[in-house]
């Protein structure tokens, strides 16, 4: 199955972009349900460190997969307010917990340059490409890599 | 595409599914008028109903096999032969219809070759290629005397008359009553089989449609009951009480529009056995039992291939050629059973043979070949461990890859589709005697009623189903949280549960300790009962169950998770998953991980609890413990002397106190420790040294044992243990301990059938039920009790046990039954398991009586129950 960043015939592709940590991340925008404020977390307990819990979403279960945890970018603050990208995996939904959502880029897949060998392996098991944007790097997301728990978080 | 087409083909295809089902029936029963008059009656339709839509090429074969069929009912011989050419038909008339219902048109081609052999069939060819010359058919066969329970010729005819006849769909209805028309038809023709349809085709995106806005619905009503009861008193109390009631018929009723038979699931396995049984050269009888048993319609699609994969699989790994079976001191005849019940809120099939069994040696060998496991960890893997290795991808024990399977994908496939319905499966097989698959499925889609508990801040859901009873613990209260050595009981009612608390289950609290006062929720899972221990209880609320996201699947101890009126997320506590988690830690001592997955593998197995001890010697004993009614630690100075007997003052009787062996001695200082059996308001105690331990063990009598008071030692805990038989000492405390019960039974000793597999149990019943004034003869297999009955011997009652491989209680009950020279012999049986659901199949098939097995006293009070029924019949 291609996944809609892999769309060739577009000559761009749009990008919704969060921060995880300092870290600059683009989510095609095809695999982009909804973005929402997460209440009411279900605590799981015996689930991976990653699960942060399950929340109630217009009368749809969501499952919240935390990308601190899953990054290895260490605890998130309780105070900080965070947010949630929604999308749906094999007929599932999970809510991605993200620092801060921007503004949808619109950007030329010609930009688009594969992970380069010195990338930060704990950024290189979740991406699927990169672009260099004027100041920052901005690391596509490869949405199934991440809800793909058996490529480790802690291991690895 | 035409509706009436679309019609036609939904009809055709059902009718013909029955068709192949019959089609073997009838070969087995060639004599049995109503399958025939079936039969033909089915075929017919189609040709008429194809005549109708102008479908002249499968008009022209149904005819020709109608007319053989024609001929069967003229008295013609049914061969294997001609039934395989008939199924052929069938299978052609199928495949015109598969290739109408893609291109909506009749695909061009002739079936000259089929219909030549079905006419030469008809006309008594006896082989259909041969071109000989027919003989002589105008003479009708000479009419066969009609043997007992036969129907005659004449009879058949006229029944067949008094049918009405296939009318084909009228045309000025065009759309709609073609299909009613010719359903009208089948019904009256099945008329003995099932009463005239009332019913109407609903299209199945509807159905659904319903079953999820009720689900809402439901969610709903909860969240405004919520409402309502937080506000206390409200106007809209009385009209919300109407619409929950009202929610609740209607979800009952859209439920029941969901379910269906799983036999449906089924239909098609009789002729694959057939066909692979005439493929692989074996004998092969099907058995199938619980074939009503009801589940909802989108998990019976979802199992119909894999279960008619097992089928498939049992038949060509599983059975053995016949010569082979002979060889193995077997019936030629293989046996394939499938059967199904509800037991819990979850759908149980099993699908055995009693065929050679898996070859764990093979499946090693496959393992360590595919890099599955190394050596070492099968070293350490136990023979169930490796055994389920048939479940991992690309894994065929099949040697040889034949059409039918060996293509290496088999289980993993098998086991996939159930892991997404929420589903498990299990393997359980004996070198030698056949392999047992338990696929278990639980109602992801049901609604539910459950209990809300609090733990550690949380809330969970368990459901009400294997819920018991509640009980209030606190420092003053009657009931009290004890602990013998690390494990925590809670004695209610003399008996002893097992507790285990939820949150250091769910590691929610660091503290393992139970606490002082809490809720404890008695569950009940099979044969297991014990107690989760929560902070807790809210109430109970009937809750959607949506499947637990599959990240979270590996999770054992929640089956789902809800929305709660409230709009919060709660997880659905698994109490399977808890019951294999209560026997871990019974278990426990320093386990790893791989001890652990092997003490739940076994879980599923009998597993008993057991109380070990020690007594005289510093060998461990143990005792079952469920025939403990109290653990005591009594002050020595209190044993008194009585007529060279130990005695002690125990709530206001005296009570003898036994010892084990002559070694073990009586304390004269401190306390004594005493396990206390009770029985009809009596107690006696057996003195001990130390309680050592409870623990979960399936329990094998390994080395039997000729010394009194011992039935033989087992392997518990790693250890080898004396299993202690309390039968030998009840007697030695009061010597009429078992006599005193039947006083005024009469003097007539009464002869008593006693079955069991296990010899575990064989030892401990017979010498009670000996005691109890019955002339005991024990037999280790079903099929052994059923040749002594059928030998002629006489027996009062037959007691059996339900779980047994290969013939089972039930299959036991229905061959008693269904001979009807054993008359109404009375069937007790004895089982681990006494679910309602099994409770009412056991009627079903015949059971006089359901006794848990180690109820003692209800066994003895269920045969004089019987034994007198028979006495007054008498």
Redesign the interface.
């Known amino acids: 199955m291609m996944s809609a960043h892999d769309t060739v015939e577009a000559e761009s592709t749009e990008y919704v972009t969060v921060t995880v940590g300092d870290q600059l991340f683009g989510l095609p925008i095809g695999r982009v349900q909804d973005v929402f404020v997460p209440e009411r977390l279900t605590h799981v307990p015996l689930a991976p460190p990653e699960v942060a819990g399950m929340l109630n979403l217009r009368g749809r279960v969501v499952t919240a997969i935390d990308m601190r945890c899953r990054l290895d970018f260490g605890r998130r603050d309780a105070s900080q307010p965070m947010l949630a990208i929604g999308i749906e995996f094999k007929g599932e939904s999970y809510g991605l917990l993200i620092d801060t959502v921007g503004e949808v880029l619109k950007l030329p897949d010609s930009a688009r340059e594969s992970k380069p060998a010195n990338l930060d392996p704990r950024l290189a098991r979740v991406a699927s490409s990169i672009y260099r944007l004027e100041n920052q790097l901005m690391v596509v997301l490869d949405v199934d890599r991440v809800l793909d728990m058996q490529n480790g978080a802690v291991a690895a | 595409m035409d509706e009436l087409l679309r019609e036609f083909l939904t009809e055709t295809n059902e009718s013909l599914d029955v068709v192949d089902v019959e089609l073997v029936r009838f070969e087995q029963e060639p004599n049995n008028a109503q399958i025939l008059n079936n039969v033909f009656r089915l075929v017919h339709t189609i040709k008429g109903t194809c005549g109708f839509l102008s479908l002249p090429r499968l008009e022209t074969l149904a005819h020709a096999a109608e007319t053989l069929m024609g001929r069967f009912r003229d008295g013609m011989p049914v061969t294997g032969e001609a039934v395989t050419l008939v199924l052929s038909a069938i299978d052609r008339i199928k495949s015109l219809l598969a290739e109408l219902e893609r291109s909506e048109r009749e695909p061009d081609g002739d079936d000259g070759d089929l219909i030549r052999e079905l006419r030469q069939m008809a006309q008594g060819a006896p082989a259909p290629s041969a071109k000989q010359a027919p003989p002589p058919s105008s003479a009708p066969p000479p009419p066969r005397p009609v043997g007992p329970g036969e129907v005659s010729l004449e009879e058949l005819e006229r029944a067949f008359r008094a049918a009405p006849g296939p009318v084909p769909a009228k045309p000025v209805a065009a759309s709609g009553a073609g299909a009613p028309a010719a359903d009208d038809d089948k019904g009256n023709a099945n008329g003995a089989d099932k009463a005239a349809g009332q019913s109407i085709r609903v299209n199945l995106g509807t159905l659904d449609h319903l079953m999820t806005m009720v689900s ?1 619905l439901v ?1 709903t009503r909860n969240q405004l009951l919520d409402i309502v009861r937080r506000q206390g008193d409200s106007e809209f109390k009385v009209p919300l009480q109407r619409l929950s009631n009202v929610t609740a018929e209607l979800q009952d009723g859209v439920m029941r529009t969901r379910m269906q038979p799983i036999g449906n699931a089924w239909q098609k396995l009789p002729r694959i056995v057939r066909d692979l049984s005439a493929e692989l050269g074996k004998d092969i009888e099907l058995e199938m039992h619980g074939a009503d048993t009801e589940l909802d319609r989108q998990v019976l699609e979802r199992i119909r291939d894999p279960l008619t994969h097992m089928v498939r699989n049992s038949a060509d790994h599983g059975l053995e050629k016949p010569a082979e079976r002979m060889a193995a001191g077997k019936p030629a005849k293989g046996t394939i059973r499938l059967s199904a019940y509800h037991e819990g809120g979850y759908i149980i099939i099993v699908v055995s043979d009693d065929g050679r069994g898996l070859d764990t040696g093979k499946i090693r060998d496959k393992a360590l070949a595919g890099g599955l496991a190394t050596e070492a960890e099968l070293d350490k893997m136990s023979e169930p461990q490796i055994q389920k290795f048939i479940f991992a991808p690309g894994l065929s024990t099949a040697a040889a890859v034949t059409s039918v399977s060996g293509r290496g994908v088999g289980m993993d496939v098998v086991r996939n589709n159930l892991d997404q319905i929420g589903g498990s499966i299990d393997v359980h097989s004996v070198r030698g005697q056949g392999l047992s698959f338990t696929v278990k499925i639980p109602l992801t889609l049901a609604i539910v009623s459950a209990l809300i508990v609090e733990c550690g801040g ?1 809330r969970f859901a368990i459901p009400q189903l294997s819920v018991v009873e509640l009980v209030r613990v606190h420092g003053l209260s009657e009931h009290r949280i004890e602990h013998i050595k690390d494990a925590a009981v809670l004695r209610l009612r003399n008996k002893l549960l097992p507790l285990v608390r939820l949150s250091s289950l ?3 609290s660091p503290d393992a300790a139970m606490p002082a006062k809490g809720y404890i929720v008695v569950t009940q899972v099979g044969a297991q009962t014990f107690g989760i221990v929560v902070d807790g209880v809210f109430h109970t609320e009937e809750i959607v169950v ?1 499947p637990i ?4 699947r590996h ?1 054992d ?2 089956s789902g ?3 709660l009126g409230d ?5 659905i506590v698994d109490p399977n998953g808890v019951s294999q988690a209560v026997g871990a830690v019974a278990a426990s001592a320093p386990a790893g991980a791989g001890e652990a997955e092997g003490a739940r593998a076994a879980t599923s197995d009998d597993m008993v609890s057991l109380l070990v001890f020690r007594a005289g010697s510093p060998h461990p004993k143990a005792v079952p413990l469920s025939l403990v009614t109290r653990l005591e630690e009594i002050d020595c100075r209190k044993i008194e002397l009585s007529n060279g007997r130990h005695m002690i003052q125990y709530r206001g009787q005296l009570m003898p106190l036994v010892r084990v062996s002559e070694d073990a001695a009586v304390k004269h200082d401190g306390v004594q420790p005493l396990l206390v059996f009770s029985d009809a308001g009596r107690s006696m105690g057996l003195i001990v040294d130390q309680i050592v331990d409870i623990v979960e063990e399936k329990l094998a009598i390994e080395v039997g044992s000729d010394r009194p008071g011992v039935l033989g030692s087992a392997v518990v805990r790693g250890q080898a243990t004396e299993i202690v038989d309390v039968g030998h000492f009840l007697p030695l405390a009061y010597e009429d301990w078992f006599r005193r019960k039947d006083i005024g039974s009469g003097p007539s000793e009464r002869s008593l059938l006693f079955v069991d597999d296990s010899a575990f149990f064989r030892n401990m019943l017979a010498p009670v039920l000996k005691a109890a004034g019955y002339d005991v003869t024990v037999v280790g297999r079903a099929e052994d009790a059923l040749e002594m009955l059928r030998s002629g011997r006489n027996f009062d009652v037959l007691v059996t046990d339900v779980d047994m491989p290969g013939m089972d209680g039930f299959a036991l009950a229905e061959a008693v039954r269904g001979e009807s020279r054993f008359g109404d012999l009375p069937i007790i049986a004895l089982s681990s398991y006494s679910s309602p659901e099994s409770v009412e199949r056991g009627r079903r098939v015949g059971f006089h009586d359901y006794v848990a097995k180690f109820d003692r006293q209800s066994l003895i009070a269920a045969l004089k129950e019987q034994t007198a029924d028979m006495t007054r019949a008498a």
């Open positions: 809402e969610l949380h769910l590691k929610i949506k996201a599959s990240k979270l999770i101890m929640f998770n809800t929305i709009g919060s997320v709660i997880l």
